[in-house]
């Protein structure tokens, strides 16, 4: 049950999206926000496509997270290998991978690449490759643009290494661990959870659900331009690497992901009841700020400034992240909230900055819900 003034916020936040939706930023919208007990507000707005009778959205329509992928799948699956102490925080990546041995990098470790600080530029020169192990060579081979923990300069490369980690310590590829490995398997809507059947948070959408899920245009360097992916990964890196990476290629519902974000919530408010690897000391340890210099990021997470796109009035404590489609996740623990938009801007949409001023208005309307 709302109060008067959380249908207020609601309302405010629901006028942002359906102005940014007739301004054209994107054409379809899912969202949900709550606290750790559950969702107060879940709602969609919008149709798939901006086309004449294109089918509306719905709360079960499956989105192209992109980059939620970093903290939702990868993040997670390294948080479940450090605590079976199958991966260290502090372990070298040259111990992992024999091509990361020039002289430039040898002390950067695995919380290096979870804070985006391992000097490594944000993506490949030249158009990816066709393979994992081609991949990997490029990565490990390439000039670092800074030296390692100088800055933080966000990179896909970091969680695609990751990701290789990842498969590698978990004996697994990232579309097995997301379900073996990270705790998700089994879990009740009563335990905050979500099963595949109900809300589908997955690197593979079955052929049903494709038809279903918010359409993205491919950027003019991708190949695949000229038509519409429909369930099909965005990300032209992802789709090189058969759409599951370390960086993106997941796919999943407001539900799903407020699912996700609650079991995030009630272990960052020190709820000892999750299953692993969700509990309060694992939690807190990967959204504490990082100590490079300038830095806003956590291991995996982005963590609250006025200038993000979480808005001006979250506690200090709030993390969340964003992904390039157009979708979002924000938690926020001394308020007990979290924040669910999931859009798909990469459909013919508006701008990165455009979406950014959309998700900043969306969040700060919803700051007395």
């Not at 600080?117 to 993506?123: F, K």
Request: hydrophobic fraction near 40%; proline fraction near 7%.
């Amino acid at each position: 049950m709302t109060t008067p003034g959380q249908r207020d916020a609601i309302a405010a936040a629901r006028n942002i999206v359906e102005r940014a939706i007739t301004g054209r930023i994107f054409p379809a919208a899912s969202l949900e926000a709550g606290s750790s007990a559950g969702a107060l507000w879940g709602e969609a707005l919008g149709t798939l496509t901006f086309d004449p009778g294109a089918p509306p959205a719905l709360p079960d329509t499956p989105f192209d997270l992109a980059s939620l992928t970093k903290v939702i799948a990868t993040t997670t699956i390294v948080m479940e290998l450090v605590r079976t102490e199958r991966v260290g925080l502090d372990d070298r990546i040259v111990d992992y991978f024999e091509e990361w041995r020039l002289a430039d990098r040898g002390a950067v470790t695995v919380r290096d690449l979870l804070e985006h600080a391992s000097g490594l530029p944000a993506r490949l020169i030249d158009a990816p490759p066709k393979s994992r192990r081609e991949f990997e060579n490029e990565i490990c081979r390439m000039p670092l643009e800074y030296r390692p923990r100088t800055q933080s300069i966000y990179s896909d490369l970091d969680f695609i290494l990751l990701g290789f980690l990842a498969a590698d310590r978990g004996g697994g590829s990232l579309r097995e661990l997301l379900f073996e490995v990270s705790g998700f398997p089994g879990l009740t809507d009563s335990e905050g959870g979500w099963t595949p059947e109900t809300a589908p948070l997955t690197f593979d959408l079955s052929p049903d659900l494709r038809v279903l899920a918010a359409p993205t245009l491919p950027l003019p360097e991708d190949p695949r331009r000229g038509r519409s992916l429909a369930g099909e990964v965005h990300d032209n890196y992802a789709a090189a690497l058969g759409g599951a990476a370390g960086h993106a290629g997941l796919f999943g519902t407001a539900l799903a992901v407020g699912a996700f974000a609650r079991l995030v919530l009630r272990a960052a408010r020190g709820d000892h009841d999750a299953r692993p690897p969700f509990s309060p000391e694992l939690v807190a340890e990967f959204t504490t700020k990082s100590a490079v210099p300038g830095s806003s990021r956590a291991l995996g997470w982005d963590t609250m400034l006025p200038t993000s796109s979480c808005g001006t009035l979250m506690s200090s404590t709030a993390f969340g992240h964003v992904g390039f489609t157009g979708t979002s996740l924000w938690i926020d623990p001394d308020r007990d909230r979290y924040f669910v938009l999931l859009t798909n801007r990469a459909c013919g949409g508006g701008t990165v900055e455009e979406m950014r001023a959309v998700r900043r208005a969306f969040h700060d309307e919803l700051a007395n819900l």
